[in-house]
Nanobody, 115 residues
Framework: QVQLVESGGGLVQAGGSLRLSCAAS????????MGWYRQAPGKQRELVAG???????NYADSVKDRFTISRDNDENTVYLQMNSLKPEDTAVYYC?????????WGQGTQVTVSS
């Protein structure tokens, strides 16, 4: 059993910041890639940012220069620092982890940005 637990979501005004965390626990031997996705009401889930075990990073164009993804391999944790938040960033944010044998998802954390 592997669990991913997200934290750090909430309500923030436009221009503000939030930091999301996602900790993986359970029967973990190796985590390859980790990432953050989001899903706004009525829209498909989309990739926000991903990071490989070696630290290679990619971002969605809409969040470049505002969001920063990082990870702690020893703690099996991935973070998402979100700055200069916009109302269009409002969504449920999900983390995922690729354990090579399967991909696991967190339960999601709500981020709401008010204008």
């Amino acid at each position: 059993q592997v669990q991913l637990v997200e934290s750090g979501g909430g309500l923030v005004q436009a221009g503000g910041s939030l930091r999301l965390s996602c900790a993986a626990s359970g029967s973990i031997f190796y985590i390859n890639g980790m990432g953050w996705y989001r899903q706004a009401p009525g829209k498909q889930r989309e990739l926000v940012a991903g990071i490989t075990r070696g630290g290679r990073i990619n971002y969605a164009d809409s969040v470049k220069d505002r969001f920063t993804i990082s990870r702690d391999n020893d703690e099996n944790t991935v973070y998402l620092q979100m700055n200069s938040l916009k109302p269009e960033d409002t969504a449920v944010y999900y983390c995922n982890a690729d354990l090579l044998t399967a991909i696991y998802w967190g339960q999601g954390t709500q981020v709401t940005v008010s204008s």
